[in-house]
């Protein structure tokens, strides 16, 4: 079992930046990879970013890799999520997610239903 906790969820304004962060803990959070998925009132949860336990190769999702980051500092198991020029559709509950995987390597999934252990989620709203 993996705790996940998010925060930095915050108000902000179009085109402001923002950076939220995940940390997880348990026995087998430093050989987990580690996912951003972010789900908007009415809509289906999407992916956003993920990261092997390596911290290397970063996987996005192709319209959002231009304006966000996803970075990891493996010594705290901590993920980070550098949001930057943020719009209005960005708005939604922001989660973080892990998954076991045998490889340090390992190509994260991009589907949620390969995760096992889930944050309750910090929201974000971009309005004026």
């Known amino acids: 079992q993996v705790n996940v906790a998010e925060s930095g969820g915050d108000s902000v304004q179009p085109g402001d930046s923002l950076r939220l962060s995940c940390g997880a803990s348990?026995?087998?959070?430093?050989?987990?990879?580690m996912a951003w998925f972010r789900q908007a009132s009415g809509k289906e949860r999407e992916f956003v970013c993920a990261i092997p336990w390596s911290g290397t190769k970063p996987l996005y999702t192709d319209f959002l890799k231009d304006r966000f980051t996803c970075s990891r500092f493996n010594a705290r198991n901590t993920l980070y999520l550098q949001m930057n020029s943020l719009k209005p559709e960005d708005t939604a509950v922001y989660y973080c997610a892990t998954k076991w995987t045998k490889w340090p390597t390992e190509v994260p999934p991009r589907d949620a239903n390969e995760y096992r252990n889930w944050g309750q989620g910090t929201l974000v709203t971009v309005s004026s």
């Open positions: 348990g026995r087998t959070a430093s050989s987990s990879a």
